[in-house]
């Protein structure tokens, strides 16, 4: 079954370990990949010091405002694209981050190398898009939390917080 927005719209703190275990597919190029989801951070709100939208409501942020569902795709350190996905109401900025993927995928670059996400999906819904879905095949997983990784800028109590799900 293909996730809808009702998934989507709820805090990502519910969204981003419910997506663990979960397959991500693309379409792009006429290739049909899935690969499933074994990572994910959740990034909550403009008091998230480790969130984009901690800064306020820029240009770049400005997709984090918008419906759920919305894809949030970004260039790191100038070289590597990150997909994210908007959570929660219109309006509340918050994002799961699909950091790693089965096999050698554990890390968000190489996830949407392999997948070739690029900044082309950045504002597009991952709801009833034929490029890019999310599949929920009924696989029940267990968990475990972790620190989110490479935010080394956040304060203390958002560096330190257990906000990344990972597929036991």
Known sequence: MILSESFFDRDVLEVAPDLVGKTLVTNIDGVVRRLKITETEAYRGEEDTACHAS???TGRTEIL???AGTIYVYLCYGIHWLVNIVTGRKEEPQAVLIRACEGK???PA???K???ITGELNGMSI???PLIYIED???K???YRDKRVGIDYATPKYRNIKWRFILK
């Open 65 to 67: 405002y918008r419906e």
């Open 127 to 129: 709801v009833g898009n």
């Open 105 to 107: 995928f554990n890390g």
């Open 141 to 143: 997983v267990k968990i």
């Open 55 to 57: 800064k306020g409501r």
């Open 137 to 139: 095949t009924g696989e």
């Open 114 to 116: 392999h997948l070739k």
């Open 110 to 112: 190489k996830l949407t």
